[in-house]
């Protein structure tokens, strides 16, 4: 089975600035997709931002944008010009082809006023 | 659309009791989740469908039984309730019937389940 890792349990940051999050993986595979999710305190699973493996160029979203490196599996999440509802718990998963999903721990964004 | 509904959101059981926790989406999806979430940690697949009739087993399947009769709904019962079942449990859906499988998980907002 594919294992996510996310080594950060907590981040912080200040208002306006930039917080990178890492995500690790192990595969096998060549043909997966990977996500990043947020999870505020609502308990909502908010998508933020999806790569697929095939594609080299790096997936952005607004103030998002990932680090994706294949060959290193490594798929970290950059949030720039951070603000207050940006703070929330965000998940790192990868999706197989065969539509199965897989999460990481999660880590804690603290955004500092 | 409504998207992937949950209810109740909240639960108190006693332990032994029995319940169903609800899960429906008008999306149209093939492939449906349940999940839970235990305090600080990541989410743990309980159970999947990848179509009417059909179910499987993830990660965390014991003490729980689902069934999918029909593509809207996907309940999950739990039979003899422990305190170990004590969690936050989320059900997702998500679509592979279209040329782009980057399709992410959608998901309902929860049911709050605790057991005393």
């Known amino acids: 089975a594919q294992t996510v890792t996310q080594s950060q349990p907590e981040m912080s940051v200040q208002e306006a600035e930039t917080v990178t999050l890492s995500c690790t993986y192990d595969t096998s595979e060549s043909d997966y997709y990977l996500f990043w999710y947020k999870q505020p305190p609502s308990r909502q699973m908010i998508l933020v931002i999806r790569?697929?493996?095939?594609?080299?160029q790096n997936a952005t979203e607004n103030r998002f944008s990932v680090n994706f490196q294949k060959a290193a599996k490594s798929f970290s999440l950059k949030i720039s010009d951070s603000q207050l509802g940006d703070a929330a718990r965000y998940f790192c998963?990868?999706?197989?082809?065969?539509?199965?999903?897989?999460f990481g721990t999660g880590t804690s964004l603290t955004v500092i006023p | 659309n409504a998207g992937v509904t949950q209810t109740p959101k909240f639960r108190i059981l006693k332990i032994g009791q029995s319940m169903t926790l609800q899960c429906t989406q008008d999306?149209?999806?093939?492939?449906m989740y349940w999940y839970r979430q235990d305090p600080g940690m990541g989410l743990k697949l309980i159970y999947y469908s990848v179509g009417a009739g059909i179910t499987d087993k993830g990660e965390v399947p014991n003490g729980y039984n689902v069934s999918r009769s029909t593509t809207e709904d996907f309940p999950l019962r739990l039979e003899l309730a422990a305190p170990s079942q004590t969690s936050v449990y989320f059900c997702?859906?998500?679509?592979?019937?279209?040329?782009?499988?980057?399709?992410?998980?959608?998901f309902g907002d929860g049911t709050r389940l605790s057991i005393l």
């Open positions: 997702a859906s998500s679509d592979t019937n279209t040329a782009y499988s980057n399709q992410p998980q959608h």
């Open positions: 790569q697929e493996a095939y594609k080299q």
């Open positions: 999306m149209n999806h093939n492939y």
């Open positions: 998963a990868y999706k197989n082809a065969g539509n199965q999903f897989y």
